[in-house]
């Protein structure tokens, strides 16, 4: 009998671990890594946009002409002196014509991306393995309030696959896909964005431990964040956000936990160019909080996780974005995050620790 309890001991240490990024219990909401990837695409993009927007690199329609009489577009030359023939304006005291503002950036902006990510998590005797993939498509309206504020909308699909192997020789895999939808209000500085995250998870294991491992999930995040640029295009960003996380069974099926994130920290960084590149480079960090949960979520479809208020982390990045020409970018990026979830009479106290990478690329038109 022996064997067998430390062997099903395994068995749950595994799904426990696991359950941190497909089902989500409710009291390890935050580390799922499938929805933390989607949350990295799409504050890359709503930076990308921003970027366009603020630092003109949209790019006027072609067969856009403009004239004024300011002295830069004569040179600051005399047409008539060229000729020895005197000014006739000149007696008549010639008023230059103001210059004409500039055309405004295109109304609409438009956008692709296509985003690879790996991760590995660990804990005491697990290790758990994340590949993800991940599209979208991004559409900005330019003037909605003013001249120069904009209005985006993300759409993501994203695939995750995940494998977990424990002393013992325990092992899960599990499949979570998921679609996410995100509207973006730019104006300036200022930025705030909310985003709806639905994730479906199938999981299976060497090691029969009750029902099925399907579950689904919803996750609503709204973020709030503003930038402050400085000389030589450095500029940073602190931002503050929540997330509320619902778990459920197999395709919404019954609700089994919720629980609510706080999150805050700071996003800084600056460009520079390297082989007449536009090259940017930047770091984040970030710190989370879960500050209420309730029920208990499901692991395997049996295996009940105790909900744990104050499950806290941290999540850092270093991140380095290139524009190879106005319309084509791409970046890469590391970065890695801690999941603690405080000692309770039914749960020890846990530490994971997740690492990984991220590269994409992006085409705007």
Excluded: C
Aim: charged letters at 10%; aromatic letters at 12%.
């Amino acid at each position: 009998m022996r064997p067998g309890i430390f062997r099903h001991g395994f068995a749950f240490a595994v799904l426990a671990l696991l359950s941190l990024f497909t089902t989500r219990p409710a009291s390890a909401q935050s580390a799922n890594i499938p929805r933390e990837v989607v949350t990295n695409v799409i504050q890359n993009i709503i930076q990308n946009v921003r970027d366009q927007i603020q630092h003109r690199r949209v790019i006027a329609p072609p067969g856009t002409l403009r004239f004024s009489g300011e002295e830069s577009d004569f040179d600051r030359r005399d047409p008539f002196a060229s000729r020895g023939v005197s000014n006739p304006f000149g007696a008549l005291a010639y008023a230059k014509a103001p210059a004409l503002a500039a055309p405004p950036p295109a109304a609409w902006l438009y956008g692709a991306n296509l985003v690879g990510s790996g991760d590995r998590a660990q804990a005491t005797g697990v290790e758990v393995s994340v590949a993800t993939v991940t599209g979208a498509v991004d559409v900005t309206k330019i003037g909605i309030f003013t001249a120069t504020d904009a209005l985006t909308f993300i759409g993501t699909g994203s695939h995750s696959w995940s494998h977990s192997f424990a002393n013992g020789g325990v092992t899960a895999d599990g499949s979570i896909p998921s679609t996410s939808g995100t509207l973006s209000y730019i104006n300036g500085g200022f930025s705030a964005d909310f985003t709806a995250l639905a994730s479906w998870t199938h999981t299976t294991t060497n090691l029969a431990v009750g029902a099925s491992g399907d579950g689904s999930g919803m996750a609503y995040t709204w973020n709030g964040q503003y930038r402050f640029d400085f000389p030589y295009t450095v500029w940073i960003e602190p931002t503050v956000g929540v997330t509320y996380s619902e778990s459920y069974t197999a395709n919404f099926g019954s609700k089994t936990g919720d629980s609510t994130e706080f999150h805050g920290g700071t996003r800084a960084g600056f460009e520079t160019k390297w082989l007449g590149f536009t090259v940017q480079p930047s770091i984040s960090g970030q710190y989370y909080r879960i500050v209420d949960s309730s029920g208990a979520g499901v692991i395997g479809g049996t295996v009940p996780v105790a909900t744990a208020i104050g499950t806290y982390g941290y999540r850092g990045s270093g991140k380095i974005n290139v524009l190879w020409t106005p319309q084509l970018s791409s970046f890469l990026e590391v970065h890695g995050s801690s999941i603690t979830v405080p000692s309770s009479p039914a749960v020890n106290s846990l530490g994971t620790s997740i690492v990984g990478t991220q590269a994409g690329l992006r085409y705007t038109w």
